[in-house]
């Protein structure tokens, strides 16, 4: 499938010689806050205060899945809390402007916040336990690498704007704002995450307190939203991370995979009634052979089988009524899933076109392709990057 989106491979080239980007300003409820200027900052020695935290990313670069359960990931490499904190209301904004961002690292654009049991100024990073609240990913899959949260970043002038939670308590907050670069994801170590963070001051009497994940804990290498390849079709993918929180609600909610025809879309997390997110479509395992892939993508961690058989009552294979495995997966016919969330079966899924669930009961619901591999997937890259000349 040809790209869309005219563009020249040399051009491509070049942006990655110019550097990934970072944030430089940072608007708070309409008051304009400079941003951490590393190719800057980082070689004077009076830096000025700022809301922004400092990074020894120099270079531009990026934190690897390999380094996830280090510190670098919470706020870059080398990062230090900003002197300043901005004041914001909840249900006030906050808008990040990058200095650039490359084309083609399409990819999810993620937010979060983290309170400081104090100044945040003085707090130690590894304690700060970060939710979710918002997040943009695949926009529309009509043609390969897809339209990307990043896209429409570039389209609004390298720039984001979120909305602070209504109802938020009041107190002092780190925002963690972050582009996941999936251009080289079909390598399990070659997603590229690039973490921004600021200060914030929440007033306002909210009382909402979300609870968080420590940073180190954010993502796996396995996280289907981190390992897996853009440059198949995907019909939906998961937003790597924890749930995403709700404004006003006492639970979180988790993000429902996204459809290639839709923007974003949200349902309750398994705390209340929905099921975890999960990417109906997923890509067969990097190739060098040209040959069938038949192999499986396991969306859930260190999934193992079961051969437990399901005990809830069934209608044309789809289960009903309660099941005693909580989280486990059931595979109807290898054509629709379901999953035992909070001691119910939840209502039946179809399995993207092209692809098989492994039937029966499992902790992991693994899918698996039905069709040929046409192409190895870093020659498909090539070939679709090479059209943008053509388009």
């Known amino acids: 499938m040809l790209l869309s989106k005219p563009a020249s491979f040399l051009l491509t080239s070049a942006a990655l010689v110019a550097g990934h980007g970072y944030v430089t300003s940072i608007e708070v409820d309409g008051k304009a806050y400079g941003g951490y200027l590393v190719d800057t900052y980082y070689y004077e020695s009076n830096p000025p205060d700022l809301i922004a935290w400092s990074t020894t990313a120099t270079d531009d670069g990026y934190v690897?899945?390999?380094?996830?359960?280090?510190?670098?990931?919470i706020c870059h490499r080398g990062s230090a809390p900003g002197a300043l904190s901005a004041p914001v209301a909840p249900g006030g904004?906050?808008?990040?402007?990058?200095?650039?961002?490359?084309?083609?690292?399409?990819?999810?654009?993620?937010?979060?916040?983290?309170?400081?049991?104090?100044?945040?100024?003085?707090?130690d990073k590894t304690t700060l336990e970060f939710f979710k609240f918002d997040a943009g990913s695949l926009i529309s899959d009509s043609s390969i690498p897809g339209t990307w949260a990043t896209?429409?970043?570039?389209?609004?002038?390298?720039?984001?704007?979120m909305?602070?939670?209504?109802?938020l308590e009041a107190g002092n907050y780190v925002l963690r704002h972050e582009i996941i670069a999936l251009h080289s994801a079909e390598n399990k170590d070659g997603a590229q995450n690039y973490p921004q963070c600021i200060n914030l001051k929440v007033t306002g009497s909210g009382t909402a307190r979300p609870s968080g994940t420590l940073g180190t804990a954010l993502?796996?290498?396995?996280?289907?939203?981190?390992?897996?390849n853009i440059w198949n079709t995907l019909s939906s993918y998961t937003i790597p991370g924890p749930a995403l929180y709700t404004a006003g609600s006492s639970v979180t909610a988790s993000e429902a995979a996204i459809t290639a025809t839709s923007a974003q879309s949200t349902a309750a997390d398994e705390t209340a009634s929905g099921p975890t997110t999960l990417?109906?479509?997923?890509?067969?395992e990097p190739s060098e052979s040209a040959q069938a892939s038949e192999a499986v993508v396991v969306v859930t961690t260190d999934a193992t089988s079961s051969a437990n058989t399901p005990t809830a009552t069934s209608t044309s294979g789809v289960l009903s009524g309660s099941c005693s495995q909580e989280g486990y997966?059931?595979?109807?016919?290898?054509?629709?899933?379901q999953r035992c969330v909070n001691g119910e079966w939840d209502a039946s899924q179809s399995v993207a076109a092209g692809t098989q669930c492994t039937a029966g009961v499992s902790e992991g619901l693994a899918i698996s392709a039905t069709k040929k591999c046409r192409e190895f997937s870093h020659l498909r890259r090539h070939v679709a990057r090479n059209n943008r000349v053509r388009a």
């Open 64 to 73: 690897s899945p390999a380094d996830y359960a280090e510190s670098d990931i």
């Open 93 to 123: 904004s906050v808008k990040m402007t990058w200095s650039t961002w490359p084309e083609d690292h399409h990819g999810p654009v993620i937010s979060y916040l983290a309170k400081c049991d104090g100044d945040c100024a003085d707090v």
């Open 151 to 161: 896209d429409q970043l570039i389209k609004d002038s390298y720039s984001r704007t």
């Open 163 to 167: 909305t602070i939670p209504s109802g």
């Open 219 to 228: 993502y796996k290498d396995t996280d289907p939203g981190i390992y897996v």
């Open 279 to 284: 990417a109906t479509t997923s890509r067969a």
């Open 329 to 337: 997966w059931y595979c109807n016919g290898g054509t629709a899933f």
